[in-house]
């Protein structure tokens, strides 16, 4: 079940901002358009007897790509992310957003059909640069429906100084 944000003190004295997002089960037809919308047209999306043939242990049936699984936290935190940035913006006296500047990811475990997802998300300031905006790190946590943690990613994003 989706929570509500959550603002605490972090290790170090920083502002955390914590929020959980809803779930939602992904199907095969979800993992299926995935691969043919951005053209993953490799073996291990696209030909299942190869798949069987090939693949080892547990990944020997349909599994989600992790861009998929990133693509998907993404989309689970996009109905509540508006109001951790506006908290961040607010607490943190920062100006207008700028964009994100880079994501990196770390895949722990497979995702399949059937699997139901969520995303525990961590936010806070990483730092300001010496031109005055302002680094925020938005970390995710897609867990399955066993509390495993399938991927983690961090996006950064940037804002201009305040105005």
């Known amino acids: 079940m989706a929570g509500h944000l959550r603002i605490e003190k972090g290790e170090r004295g920083e502002t955390v901002y914590r929020l959980t997002s ?28 190869w798949v069987n043939r090939e693949m080892p242990g547990i990944h020997n049936k349909r599994f989600a790509p992790a861009p998929f699984l ?22 943190e006296n920062l100006g207008p957003f700028h964009g994100m500047v880079g994501v990196e990811a770390k895949v722990h ?15 806070g300031v990483d730092r300001r640069t010496k031109n005055g905006q302002t680094l ?14 399938v991927v983690s990613f961090t996006e950064k994003i940037i804002f201009d100084p305040p105005v």
Do not use: C
């Open 109 to 123: 475990n497979p995702a399949f059909p059937g699997d139901t997802l969520s995303v525990d998300l961590e936010a």
């Open 22 to 49: 809803h779930r939602r089960t992904i199907t095969e037809t979800d993992i299926v358009t995935f691969v043919n919308l951005v053209g993953l047209h490799e073996p291990p999306f696209i030909d299942m007897e």
């Open 70 to 91: 990133i693509s998907l936290g993404m989309g689970l935190m996009a109905t509540s992310i508006m109001e951790v940035m506006d908290a961040i913006v607010a607490q």
């Open 136 to 149: 925020v790190d938005l970390r995710h946590v897609l867990k399955n429906q066993r509390g495993e943690t």
